[in-house]
T-cell receptor, first 114, second 112 residues
Framework: KAGVTQTPRYLIKTRGQQVTLSCSPISGHRSVSWYQQTPGQGLQFLFEYFSETQRNKGNFPGRFSGRQFSNSRSEMNVSTLELGDSALYLC?????????????FGQGTRLTVV | AQSVTQLGSHVSVSEGALVLLRCNYSSSVPPYLFWYVQYPNQGLQLLLKYTSAATLVKGINGFEAEFKKSETSFHLTKPSAHMSDAAEYFCAIKAAGNKLTFGGGTRVLVKP
């Protein structure tokens, strides 16, 4: 079974631009979550989607948005990029929404804002 | 609100020595706890999880963790370190739905 696939792996953008990151979950998984990882703030939760509905949202500005499609694939969008948005963005998929269910992570998209 | 704290941002061990990574949690409900490992330029890989079935949890690559409610701890151990264990390790707690709250991470260096 293929794992979580994130594209692209690396991205360089200029301040003020917008960017879209893509995540394909493990086949059959309907829950997708997104995390931002930076050296200063560590791993921070962005949002979670299940069956195309946003279930949880982290404490990030409105420039960060996401969506999930009917095939469970998810995208996140960051508009008006700032230098501080440079980070590793990780996507995780889970088979269901359940306290004991583990999350499987993709390899991440490394975003650099210049 | 649920949270985890990892004591020690860096740990250095000799090859063959015990690896001990500390994680303490805070939770208003029975916790669900996880340990993940991250190798350079990679995503997170699940090592093990605690879901109240057993207090001693065995994971992959020889790692295990013990849940101690009285100490609010979920420390990760491995009896004998291998060079391939050099990585960053994260303790995490389920906060709501599938939202994970992570500790700050512990980077492990293995000396030959």
């Amino acid at each position: 079974k293929a794992g979580v696939t994130q594209t692209p792996r690396y991205l360089i953008k200029t301040r003020g631009q917008q960017v879209t990151l893509s995540c394909s979950p493990i086949s059959g998984h309907r829950s997708v979550s997104w995390y931002q990882q930076t050296p200063g703030q560590g791993l921070q939760f962005l949002f979670e989607y299940f069956s195309e509905t946003q279930r949880n949202k982290g404490n990030f500005p409105g420039r960060f948005s996401g969506r999930q499609f009917s095939n469970s694939r998810s995208e996140m969008n960051v508009s008006t990029l700032e230098l501080g948005d440079s980070a590793l963005y990780l996507c995780a998929s889970s088979s269901k929404v359940d306290w004991g269910t583990e999350a499987f992570f993709g390899q991440g998209t490394r975003l650099t804002v210049v | 609100a649920q949270s985890v704290t990892q004591l020690g941002s860096h740990v250095s061990v000799s090859e063959g020595a015990l690896v001990l990574l500390r994680c303490n949690y805070s939770s208003s409900v029975p916790p669900y706890l996880f340990w993940y490992v991250q190798y350079p330029n990679q995503g997170l890989q699940l090592l093990l999880k605690y879901t109240s079935a057993a207090t001693l949890v065995k994971g992959i690559n020889g790692f295990e963790a013990e849940f101690k409610k009285s100490e609010t701890s979920f420390h990760l151990t491995k009896p004998s370190a291998h060079m391939s264990d050099a990585a960053e390790y994260f303790c995490a707690i389920k906060a709501a739905g599938n939202k994970l709250t992570f500790g700050g991470g512990t980077r492990v260096l293995v000396k030959p």
